[in-house]
């Protein structure tokens, strides 16, 4: 069975550290690309960050850039999205994806509430 749990959200201050983590199981974690993807309320999902499967590879969107850092573990079958100076435009549902081309294949957790307020 696929999973990927989310887990790290929570609230914090703007200027504060989230780190969000995201558990993958039932698939072969280290063929897939990982991204973090966000949904703000009223908004579409638009992602945030992605790494590829063996970690070489890192992008951001512009608005995180520089605050945000994405990593993985694929022993630990973990991708984690460490967000420092956080704004309240970052408060959202975090959700994690897996992706692999071929074949294809596309997996989603069920997010992580992040809320930066003071």
């Known amino acids: 069975q696929v999973q990927l749990v989310e887990s790290g959200g929570g609230l914090v201050q703007p200027g504060g550290s989230l780190r969000l983590s995201c558990l993958a199981s039932g698939f072969t974690f280290s063929r897939f690309v990982m991204t973090w993807y966000r949904q703000a309320p009223g908004k579409e999902r638009e992602l945030v960050a992605d790494?590829?499967?063996?970690?070489?590879?890192?992008s951001y969107a512009d608005f995180v850039k520089g605050r945000f850092t994405i990593s993985r573990d694929n022993a630990k079958n973990t991708v984690t999205l460490q967000m420092n100076s956080q704004k309240p435009e970052d408060t959202a549902v975090y959700y994690c994806?897996?992706?692999?081309?071929?074949?294809?294949?596309?997996?989603w957790g069920q997010g992580t509430q992040v809320t930066v307020s003071s």
């Open positions: 994806n897996a992706n692999q081309r071929v074949p294809t294949r596309d997996y």
């Open positions: 790494i590829t499967s063996t970690g070489g590879i890192t």
